[in-house]
T-cell receptor, first 112, second 112 residues
Framework: EDQVTQSPEALRLQEGESSSLNCSYT??????LFWYRQDPGKGPEFLFT???AGEEKEKERLKATLTKKESFLHITAPKPEDSATYLCAVRRGSGNTGKLIFGQGTTLQVKP | GAVVSQHPSRVICKSGTSVKIECRSLDFQATTMFWYRQFPKKSLMLMATSNEGSKATYEQGVEKDKFLINHASLTLSTLTVTSAHPEDSSFYICAASYNEQFFGPGTRLTVL
């Protein structure tokens, strides 16, 4: 059964304290692993797509990496505005329109 | 680019009435749109996948006669919650697919 598990469920950091969020997955026929950021009361905001093991992508203080079993979202020197829920999802199925399977998310709080 | 809008952002209705939510991809054509439901502090639950010009595919446990989906064009999909009841109160989010899934801002439905 396809499954996505994120850890930790919640994370509190001091401003500037770097850390990593984990996304473990089991899926048949992976066609992309996605990271989204969601602020309270809003829809998820697309961050990254990773397609193959060893791939890395960066955006400002965020860096996503992928292995055959898990993905990490590294947050370097976070700021309070990085506080949000980070969602990981995997896509399976054909083409680029297959449905996503989401993890439960990691809620990050960065204190000044 | 890749902007998805939803309307309305909030709606309050009486039990037994029907509510229509619109989802538009503003700057790209989406052959596939998705409708999700999200409960407080929970992850996204896929309700249905909608392809332009064809019937939507509903996930197991989602009542197709209660949640009517129409995908009349490449930029517009609508979700109608028929005969809404308080248990239908939730945050509904659409997504449009163009390689990645881009999400709308969500619609908060409250049924009294």
């Amino acid at each position: 059964e396809d499954q996505v598990t994120q850890s930790p469920e919640a994370l509190r950091l001091q401003e500037g304290e770097s850390s990593s969020l984990n996304c473990s997955y089991t899926v048949s026929g992976l066609r992309g692993l996605f990271w989204y950021r969601q602020d309270p009361g809003k829809g998820p905001e697309f961050l990254f797509t990773l397609y193959s093991a060893g791939e890395e992508k960066e955006k400002e203080r965020l860096k996503a990496t992928l292995t055959k079993k898990e993905s990490f979202l590294h947050i370097t020197a976070p700021k309070p505005e990085d506080s949000a829920t980070y969602l990981c999802a995997v896509r399976r199925g054909s083409g680029n329109t297959g449905k996503l399977i989401f993890g439960q998310g990691t809620t990050l709080q960065v204190k000044p | 680019g890749a902007v998805v809008s939803q309307h309305p952002s909030r709606v309050i209705c009486k039990s037994g009435t029907s509510v229509k939510i619109e989802c538009r991809s503003l700057d790209f054509q989406a052959t596939t749109m998705f409708w999700y439901r999200q409960f407080p502090k929970k992850s996204l639950m896929l309700m249905a996948t909608s392809n332009e010009g064809s019937k939507a595919t509903y996930e197991q446990g989602v009542e197709k006669d209660k949640f009517l989906i129409n995908h009349a064009s490449l930029t517009l999909s609508t979700l109608t919650v028929t005969s809404a009841h308080p248990e239908d109160s939730s945050f509904y989010i659409c997504a449009a697919s163009y390689n990645e899934q881009f999400f709308g801002p969500g619609t908060r439905l409250t049924v009294l």
